[in-house]
């Protein structure tokens, strides 16, 4: 059975509100986390190992180690709450859930980057969880846990909480940062990165709910017991929201040591495929990361169990592997049309391009195009490897990782189920009115 860190109390009835969640141990690493010095912290989380949990795995550590401090700046933690990559909803379940232990993460994490006040933006879909954040905010404030002078250290610390209005686009730091600021969440051209000038200009670190979460356990149990959990550059636990075709989706705090079939067949986490159907593939961190198919999924190129970590999940690059990602974990089955599903994706993406540059404004609508074309039985060929080229001008093109995370998809989708984009063109009328999956039978 995996460890437990965040969601250890996640059934304790009442966890929500402060009173439960301190019978439960809850502001014990605040009230320990205000007794070190903010070096001390910050050298903590670098040891425990711990990596960014909102899609791109950076060393939390060091970015924090980036932050710049020039006098008489004020420096901001932004929480990243805008969840809105397909397949991906552990941020949700913390925050409607757990809601304290992001307030308590938030706080040891401005104590320990000379934040005195914090941002929690939260996409526009969540429209019920602000509330509960907010009624987190007041009760830890009134418990003397925020606000001026918290348990009388001199530390003072504000935590407001922000609307998105509904676009995956926000959801990218510097974007985040721009509608933070009342604007257009247009990305911002990188370096200078946010810890260098970021929110109104100033240094900012920004970070995803589950990764300041975690600091939390981290400061509790310390970071060489974190590190301990889990195995290489993987350290500490992930949680993951399991959904597609399982007998049980929802969200799963794992250790990163369990294999992907276990992930999949135990009943502690996804309990199997309903009705005995074989697996086919899977997308296993976010919509942006590449699907592999069943084989590959469950073992390396090797012949080496696959892990749930972002090493192994990336073992062998993007020939024959893939990413942790997010965490957004989706089982497709025997059934499903890889074509179609793919231009679901396409679509989502083309639909999301703030469109500030030519590759990815014109591309994602391009592949989109192409798709509906090959999936509805009325693609040539030729339009495989123009889709082909079409995302090899995407990727690394871009502002931002949204112009890749739309290119990603497709590569994959063509590198490992090219039979299936044939099958369409060979096959016009079944394409036009059945399902890939249900059409082999
Ligand atoms: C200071 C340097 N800071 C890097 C910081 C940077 C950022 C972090 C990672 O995209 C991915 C994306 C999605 N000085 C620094 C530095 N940093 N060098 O480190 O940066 P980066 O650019 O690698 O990634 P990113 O822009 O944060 C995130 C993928 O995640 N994704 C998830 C998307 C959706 C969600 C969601 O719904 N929760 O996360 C899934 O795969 O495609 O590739 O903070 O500033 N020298
Ligand atoms: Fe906008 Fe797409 Fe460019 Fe990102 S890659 S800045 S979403 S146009």
């Known amino acids: 059975m995996s460890k437990k860190l965040l969601l250890k109390d996640a059934h304790v009835e009442g966890i929500r509100y402060f009173d439960t969640y301190r019978k439960q141990g809850g502001y014990d690493g605040l009230e320990k986390a205000l007794k070190m010095t903010s070096e001390e912290i910050v050298e903590e989380v670098k040891a425990s190992g ?5 899609g791109a795995g950076f060393p939390t550590g060091l970015k924090w180690s980036f932050l710049a401090k020039p006098e008489g700046v004020p420096r901001y933690l932004v929480v990243n709450a805008d969840e ?4 991906t909803f552990k941020d949700r379940y913390l925050m409607e859930f757990l809601p304290h232990i992001l307030i308590e993460g938030m706080i040891i994490s401005s104590f320990a980057l000379g934040a005195n006040t914090a941002y929690i933006y939260i996409r526009g879909e969540y429209s019920w969880i602000p509330d509960i954040l907010e009624e987190a905010i007041e009760e830890a404030r009134n418990n003397g846990f925020l606000g001026k002078n918290i348990l009388g250290t001199g530390f003072d610390c504000e935590i407001y909480v922000q609307r998105g209005a509904g676009a995956y686009i926000c959801g990218e730091e510097t974007a985040l940062l721009e509608s933070l600021e009342g604007k257009r969440g247009n990305p911002r051209l990188k370096p200078p990165f946010p810890a260098v000038k970021g929110l109104w200009e100033s240094p900012t670190v920004v970070n995803n709910v589950e990764t ?10 310390g970071a060489a017991e974190y590190a301990k959990i889990g195995v290489g550059k993987s350290t500490g636990t992930k949680l993951i929201s399991a959904c597609g075709n399982i007998n049980k989706p929802g969200v799963y705090e ?5 294999t992907v079939e276990e992930f999949i067949y135990s009943d502690e986490y996804c309990g199997g495929i309903p009705n005995g159907k074989k697996l086919k593939a899977c997308i296993p961190g976010g919509s942006s990361v590449p699907i592999l198919p069943a084989n590959l999924m469950l073992k390396t190129i090797n012949g080496e169990p696959r892990l749930m970590n972002y090493e192994s999940l990336a073992d062998g690059g993007f020939a024959t592997g893939t990413m942790m990602g997010s965490g957004g974990f989706e089982v497709l089955d025997e059934d499903q049309c890889i074509v179609e599903h793919t231009m679901t994706l396409a679509r989502f993406y083309a639909h999301e391009s703030c469109g500030q540059c030519t590759p990815c404004r014109e591309g994602t609508p391009w592949m989109y195009k192409i798709l509906k074309k090959i999936n509805s039985g009325e693609g040539r060929m030729d339009d495989i490897d123009l889709l082909w080229d079409v995302q090899r001008k995407i990727e690394g093109n871009t502002i931002c990782p949204l112009g890749d995370a739309a290119a990603w998809p497709v590569a994959a989708a063509i590198r490992h189920f090219r039979d299936e984009f044939e099958w369409h063109i060979n096959n016009p009328e079944l394409a036009q009115t059945q399902n890939y999956g249900l059409a082999r039978y």
């Open 254 to 258: 794992i250790d990163m040591t369990i």
């Open 212 to 221: 300041i979460a975690a600091v939390v356990p981290i400061i509790n149990i």
């Open 50 to 54: 711990l990596r960014g949990r909102g």
């Open 84 to 87: 809105s990559e397909p397949g």
